[in-house]
C-alpha cells in the first residue's frame, strides 16, 4: 500500500493526451512538499521527467507537464508517442514519517 | 557530467548482510542528499533512506530502522548502504540517487545493483 495514491494503467493513442493523478494526503502533498515525477523505461533505472511541482529538467519535451492542487497532483502528457510507453511515478516527503520519502504504486502508460 | 556508479550484483544467504556502495563524480555534492531506493521484480520504487555526505546526516524510512545502515565518505564523494537480517523479500535491485535535501527531487541515478537473496 503506497502512500501516495497512482493508477494502475492509463492508455491513449498517438497524438493524444493523457494525464495521471497522484493523490496523496494533509501530511505529504497537502503539508506543501513538492511533488516530482519519474519514467522508467524497462530495465533502465528512474529519470526525473518534472521536480518542483510543474518544472521540467533540461532535455524533458515540453509535451511533460505537471501540476499541484491540494492533496493530489498531476503528470500530463500530450500528443503522445510510441516512445512514451513507460512507468511514471510521482515522489513526495511526509511529514508523519519523519521527512521520508514516499512514492506513487507507479502508473504504467500504454501507447495504443 | 554527474555520475553515479554503484557495486556490482550480490547473492546472499538468508539472515545475512549485504553492502551496496555509489560512487559519484563530476557535478556538485556539497548541498546534495545521496538516496537509496529499492524496487522488488516487478514492483514499484521504494524509498530507503538518504545521507548528506557533507554533514554526514542520514535518516531512514521507518520500515527499515534498525535493518539498514547509510553511511558516506565524503572524500571520495561514496555512499554505502548496508541492509541486516536478509530475507527473500528483500531480493530487489538497488538504486542510488542524487538528490537535493531542500527540495528533494532525485536527478541522477546509479545503474542500480540487483540483490538477489536466496537459500
Known amino acids: 500500500q503506497s502512500v501516495l495514491t497512482q493508477p494502475p494503467s492509463v492508455s491513449g493513442a498517438p497524438g493524444q493526451r493523457v494525464t495521471i493523478s497522484c493523490t496523496g494526503s494533509s501530511s505529504n502533498i497537502g503539508a506543501a512538499y513538492d511533488v516530482h515525477w519519474y519514467q522508467q523505461l524497462p530495465g533502465t533505472p528512474p529519470k526525473l521527467l518534472i521536480y518542483g511541482n510543474n518544472n521540467r529538467p533540461s532535455g524533458v519535451p515540453d509535451r511533460f507537464s505537471g501540476s499541484k492542487s491540494g492533496t493530489s497532483a498531476s503528470l500530463a502528457i500530450t500528443g503522445l508517442q510510441a516512445e512514451d510507453e513507460a512507468d511514471y511515478y510521482c515522489q513526495s516527503y511526509d511529514s508523519s514519517l519523519r521527512g521520508s520519502g514516499v512514492f506513487g504504486g507507479g502508473t504504467k502508460l500504454t501507447v495504443l | 557530467q554527474v555520475q553515479l556508479v554503484q557495486s556490482g550484483a550480490e547473492m546472499k544467504k538468508p539472515g545475512s548482510s549485504v553492502k551496496v556502495s555509489c560512487k559519484a563524480s563530476?557535478?556538485?555534492?556539497?548541498?546534495?542528499?545521496i538516496s537509496w531506493v529499492r524496487q522488488a521484480p516487478g514492483q514499484g520504487l521504494e524509498w530507503m533512506g538518504r545521507?548528506?555526505?557533507?554533514?554526514?546526516?542520514?535518516n531512514f524510512a521507518q520500515k527499515f530502522q534498525g535493518r539498514v545502515t547509510i553511511t558516506a565518505d565524503k572524500s571520495t564523494i561514496t555512499a554505502y548502504m548496508e541492509l541486516s537480517s536478509l530475507r527473500s523479500e528483500d531480493t530487489a535491485v538497488y538504486y542510488c540517487?542524487?538528490?537535493?535535501?531542500?527540495?528533494?527531487?532525485?536527478?541522477?541515478w546509479g545503474q542500480g545493483t540487483l540483490v538477489t537473496v536466496s537459500s
Open positions: 545521507i548528506i555526505p557533507m554533514l554526514g546526516v542520514a
Open positions: 540517487a542524487r538528490g537535493s535535501h531542500i527540495t528533494g527531487e532525485l536527478d541522477y
Open positions: 563530476g557535478g556538485t555534492f556539497s548541498s546534495y542528499a
